[in-house]
């Protein structure tokens, strides 16, 4: 049986933290194994979907070579996970920092811990012969219970050098990561009882680990833009929580700046960080970490994974934290670092593939040569490559099809332009003459406007004598109608007076009558 421990706590902020890699030694291992995790890992796929989780991106899925689990699958993982409270303790104890907490678990043994992996394991064994226990991080607390039960304990993680531009590898240590890593010990031991060989050029070592995605001497013949660049990493990552020697990526800034004073430097901000430098302060951008390699003359790094990189490529490297390649790195002799980095290529990393291989994770507990080690990594490597020359010869096949076919496209497209051609001389043509009649027009308007000018001159005069005459005519009227006034205001009194007269007229004719009767 094999034992595998994911790191149980949301220490970044999200659940079930390792997933991806849950996921890979579903999709890769079978048969007797258990999981140390939290049940956040095994939650139903689609409520992390739904989140947009960048385990579910289908390229990582391909990069990575796993695969989503069914419901059904989730329902038969064996596994024990860690009771809440034992986190919650943890927390408090840090102050609720929950990195803190995170670089404890890494770098301390904890007695809780301890005992809780230890009443694990001795209930797992009564069941069966445990293995081995595989741990993607340093947990010295699972490391003296696993010790203490005589159970080997295996540390694996992705490694330095990955696709694009490198075959993926992977680190695979018995007694842990960076600073705890087996490397120096291995190395030395080899070099006391080195069996000879045939000596290879370092560029033939560098090129077995190449992908064949873009030419060696490009990379070699590409002249830097700066003398330094910064190497900035994840800011929770294991490496830089717990192996950085007290930096983190605003110190190592401001280190460049302290001691490479009147140096071009850039600084490049990891992609999985939520910070990036902007610009003016010097940072850059490339789609790739191994291009701005090229970029630079040297590269300053807290433990970046870039730091090997530039020592695959004979570039200085400033390394502040620690890495399990630190002691390649002061090394001057040629040869020297020559033999260790072939070392560390052919025996200590691991085509990435097998750390998730039972049968490989059996060999190396075997104990192995390592003649015998660099022996089984050659034959991966070279069935890996050669799996990838088959698919850049697909990859080729389908470019050469899309050239005969962009050429017989491309035969379409200059009909088709020359057709146009034709058309737009014709428009141009029609637009000449219609500019022409336009001119014309335009004329004729003009001239309309000004006969409509001299129109309305004309008929403003013509009303202005009309206003003239209607006034005189006003004041004439005016005149008439005090006459008129007067003249009958004269009939009144005249009529009053014919009628005064009347009435006399009348009264002395009955005065008469009375006289005469």
Known sequence: MIVINLPQFPFRGERAPYLWMFYKFLSSTHGDRHFFIHSDYLANPDDYRLVARWEFDENAMRK?????????????????????????????????????????????????????????????????????????????????????????A????LGPLRSPGYVDLAYFDFQGLNEHSEFPARYRNYRQVAEPRKRE??????SSVLDGSWAEEEALERQPQFDVGVALQIEDDTNLIASSNGFSNQALIVYARNNFTGKKIAYKAHPGSLFSVKSEKGGVERSTGTQ???DCKSILTINS???FEALLWGKPVYLLGRAAYETIVPVEDTDERHHALTFYLQNYLVPYDLIFDKQYIAFRLARPSEGDIREKHSMVLDQVK????????????IFDRDDTK????????????????????????DRDAHKAAA????????????????????????IAERDKVVSTLGQTVESLMVDRDAHKAAAGELQQRVIDLARTNQEQVEGLNRVIA
């Open 292 to 294: 701005f390699l090229f």
């Open 439 to 462: 001119g014309e027009l335009q004329q004729r308007v003009i001239d309309l406007a000004r006969t409509n000018q001299e129109q309305v001159e004309g008929l403003n005069r013509v």
């Open 386 to 397: 050669k799996r990838l020359r088959s698919e850049i010869t697909v990859a080729q096949s």
């Open 64 to 152: 990575l070579k796993y695969e989503i689990p069914s419901k059904e699958e989730l329902s038969q993982v064996s596994y024990s996970s860690m009771p809440d409270p034992i986190f919650d303790r943890l927390l408090v104890s840090s102050g609720s920092n929950p990195v803190q907490a995170f670089n404890t678990v890494l770098s301390k043994e904890v007695p809780e811990l301890i005992s809780y992996y230890s009443n694990e394991l001795q209930n797992l064994g009564n069941n069966g012969k445990i293995d081995a226990v595989l741990s993607p991080v340093n947990c010295p607390s699972l490391a003296r219970a696993a010790r203490e039960k005589g159970i080997p």
């Open 201 to 206: 050029t370092f560029s033939e070592i560098r």
């Open 154 to 157: 295996i540390y694996f993680e």
């Open 305 to 307: 994974s870039m730091g």
């Open 406 to 429: 962009n050429a017989r496209l491309g035969a379409d497209l200059e009909q088709a332009v020359a057709s146009l051609r034709n058309d737009i001389e014709s428009v141009v043509v």
